[in-house]
């Protein structure tokens, strides 16, 4: 009997240990799951802020050119309404 409870505690620290080694390969695959996930995170935010800004700029520049652009159309719009003078030669 010595030797058969030999080999259970023998083959329950084998399993044990083996437990073990998944249990920290878990842990090391969950840690760079969650490191890669703050990561990604912190680039989302930051394409956020990026695309917030680019609209804002534009925003900006559209309301620039709108007030810039009306006096043109004013003279566009008075230059329609002139009569096309013909010369004939």
Do not use: W
């Not at 990604?40 to 050119?65: D, G, P, Y």
């Amino acid at each position: 009997m010595d030797m058969e409870q030999n080999y259970v505690t023998v083959t329950r620290c084998i399993f044990g240990v083996r437990q073990e080694e998944l249990a920290a390969a878990n842990l090391a695959k969950f840690r760079k799951a969650q490191h890669d996930l703050e990561q990604a995170e912190e680039r989302a935010e930051a394409a956020e802020n990026a695309t917030a800004r680019m609209r804002t700029t534009s925003r900006n520049s559209v309301s620039a050119s709108r007030v810039t652009s009306r006096p043109r159309v004013a003279v566009i719009e008075q230059l329609k309404m002139r009569p096309i003078a013909t010369h004939v030669a």
